[in-house]
């Protein structure tokens, strides 16, 4: 077991006794999942072992990608990229969503977060990433981007969303059902166009969305006669709070191509029906770019203070760097 509480030893350049180094993302979970809980500062995701295992299990072209800082035998330092296919620009794309930056604070200001940053931007291929506005993460990234000659580009602010279905109606317009993942892969076929990367989960991956050590749930939302209206990913989301961990419904990531309004908020309802007694009656949208403001308000979702800046990274002739002006993808 490493032991990541006790101090470096002072004197001397610490910076340059640390290795980085490209890692099978297969071999290091616990190593990183325990370099996360201990890097992130509450209210945050909760790293479980099983949540990063998961995560860097993700199905997709050329698998995760990760890197490990170490220093002797401890763990320092991870960053991860993880596999995603979207659609753009008419076509399917796989790109890797940069993911599980974490530094020991014993071990920041070294530049270990840019060598890490540094080794997962050396392998071709577009990522891109979701870091708070103005964070020092956005200025490593950027600079990474610089160093290798690629594109750094802010494409979206996305906004977090609350959602508490104090409006319930007795006869909704839409209803919501879980759904298999052969239907949900046809309803998030029906989202393309509008310079939006469009997450679109091969089955393998909708798969692998529905083993989430977490909870989750592939949701469909239909009109009264029936018709498709779109999709949502919901999570049971484990968030770190100064009480604990605990559990919040989290509406991921939705596919919605037609009333969306309503849609929206059944999917709300759902989520919350769905996980209301683990804890608070609210549930999360972190991703709600793709719906227009207006349907947003009128579902009952309500602005948080939290945001993230959707960063795009990668070679200037992929459409994906020249086009993607939002996307779908969970914020993660
Ligand atoms: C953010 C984090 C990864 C930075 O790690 P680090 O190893 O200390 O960063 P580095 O030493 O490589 O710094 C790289 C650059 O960022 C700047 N930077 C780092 N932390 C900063 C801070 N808190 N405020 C302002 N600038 C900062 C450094 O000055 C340096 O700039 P330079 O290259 O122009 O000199 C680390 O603080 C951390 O783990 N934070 C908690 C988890 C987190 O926020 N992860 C990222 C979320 S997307």
Redesign the pocket.
């Given at each position: 077991m490493l032991n990541l509480n006790a101090r470096p030893e002072t004197g001397g350049r610490l910076g340059d006794t640390i290795e980085c180094r490209a890692v099978d993302p297969l071999d290091v979970g616990p190593a990183a999942a325990e370099i996360l809980r201990l890097?992130?500062?509450p209210p945050c995701l909760h790293y479980s072992d099983d949540y990063v295992n998961w995560q860097l299990a993700f199905p997709g072209s050329g698998g995760a990608r990760a890197a490990l800082a170490t220093h002797g035998l401890r763990t320092v330092?991870f960053m991860a990229a993880i596999p995603r296919r979207i659609w753009i620009d008419g076509r399917v794309a796989s790109i890797h969503v940069r993911s599980c930056?974490?530094?020991h604070p014993d071990?920041?200001?070294?530049?270990?977060?840019?060598?890490l940053v540094r080794l997962i931007l050396a392998t071709d291929g577009t990522t891109v990433?979701?870091?708070?506005p103005g964070?020092?993460?956005e200025?490593?990234l950027a600079?990474a981007a610089r160093a290798r000659g690629l594109t750094f580009r802010r494409a979206a602010e996305l906004r977090t969303y609350a959602f508490t279905g104090t409006r319930r109606e007795p006869d909704p317009p839409a209803a919501v059902r879980e759904a298999a993942v052969g239907e949900f892969e046809v309803a998030a076929a029906r989202c393309a166009g509008g310079g939006t990367a469009w997450s679109r989960p091969a089955a393998d991956q909708l798969r692998h969305y529905s083993a989430d050590p977490r909870g989750s749930c592939l949701a469909i939302a239909h009109g009264r006669d029936g018709t498709t209206l779109g999709g949502g990913l919901i999570v049971r989301s484990h968030i770190v709070t100064a009480r604990g961990v605990e559990i919040v419904p989290s509406l991921d990531s939705v596919f919605l191509h037609r009333g969306h309004d309503t849609a929206l908020a059944a999917l709300g309802m759902f989520a919350l029906d769905r996980w209301q007694s683990d804890g608070p009656a609210v549930v999360t949208a972190p991703n709600l770019h793709t719906v227009p403001p207006d349907a947003i308000r009128r579902a009952g979702f309500r602005a948080t203070r939290s945001a993230f800046n959707l960063l795009v990274i990668g070679d200037e002739s992929d459409p994906i760097v020249r086009c993607a002006r939002t996307t779908n993808l969970e914020v993660f």
């Open positions: 890097a992130w500062a330092g930056l974490a530094v071990y920041r200001g070294m530049g270990v977060a840019g060598r990433g979701f870091t708070e964070s020092p993460t200025h490593i600079a």
